[in-house]
């Protein structure tokens, strides 16, 4: 009888562990499946994913890989590319963000999840309506002469507070508050009769102004952009649908430049 016990108890586990080796095989077999798919070029197609060193060489490449990352991020798609606790260690040997992005402080505007980008991609300054002042400059033409970063996002957003401020000018701002609101009023001013959306359309042409306050930044900035070593545009991220648009504005008549555009979509 005791013989019998140990004898079934042994079938058991023998079972039991032929049963758990199986499952492992299954499990196995089907990550490999999926690496497959996910490394495959329709993967990539569907995905909408660009190189990340021909985004770092090329910006129109960037913006691509910029859009590319935002289309997935609207779409609960995001594959959330390194990532990896583990790529830390890699990246302290240095870094070669294929974008700068000056964005907004706002705690709902944060690039790397609504561009689905990960570490080491995005160099990023942020202040209040994306005011920028010398150290945000020096910060910029640093990404550019030592990283090599040859594409300027300026992002703002709908419903930014800082525009709205820059509208409504209270009387005697606390703090240093008041120098956001200077920087921006040019830009609430100017569409003060356009018709619209009051508060979009100054965030719009806050964007514009930044874009041409960075283009004809002397002694770097401007040089660069003049001989088309560097391009700069805006862009406007929606609170709403979480969808960015750059502006066409500026993408249009951009000096001659040395970087190709052939094969690139989406522009
Ligand atoms: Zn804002």
Excluded at 16 to 34: D, F, I, L, P, Y
Excluded at 91 to 97: A, M, R
Aim: proline share 4%; hydrophobic share 40%; net charge positive.
């Amino acid at each position: 009888m005791r013989n019998c016990l140990i004898v079934g108890i042994i079938t058991v586990l023998a079972f039991a562990q032929n049963a758990c080796a199986q499952s492992r095989g299954t499990v196995k077999k089907k990550r490999t499946t999926e690496t497959a798919v996910i490394d495959s070029a329709q993967w990539r197609k569907v995905n909408n994913i660009v190189n990340r060193d021909s985004a770092y060489a090329n910006p129109y490449y960037g913006i691509q890989k910029l859009k590319g990352g935002n289309q997935r991020f609207q779409l609960s798609k995001s594959i959330y590319p390194r990532q990896d606790p583990a790529l830390i260690k890699q990246l302290s040997e240095g870094q070669l963000p294929f974008a700068t992005i000056v964005g907004c402080s706002d705690s709902r505007v944060s690039s790397e999840i609504l561009f689905d980008q990960g570490f080491g991609d995005l160099f990023v300054s942020r202040t209040a309506g994306q005011v920028m002042a010398q150290a945000t400059y020096g910060t910029i033409e640093y990404a550019y002469l030592i990283l090599g970063t040859k594409l300027i996002v300026v992002l703002g957003h709908s419903s930014c507070g800082a525009v709205d401020a820059a509208i409504k000018r209270p009387e005697a701002p606390p703090g240093h508050i008041v120098s956001l609101i200077n920087a921006i009023k040019p830009a609430a001013i100017k569409v003060q009769k356009m018709q619209g959306d009051k508060l979009e359309n100054a965030v719009r042409q806050n964007i514009i102004n930044q874009v041409m306050e960075l283009r004809q930044l002397e002694p770097v900035l401007s040089r660069a952009y003049d001989r088309g070593e560097l391009l700069i545009v805006g862009a406007v991220y929606n609170l709403s649908t979480g969808m960015v648009e750059f502006l066409e504005e500026t993408l249009q008549n951009l000096p001659p430049t040395q970087f190709s555009k052939n094969d690139i979509t989406g522009l």
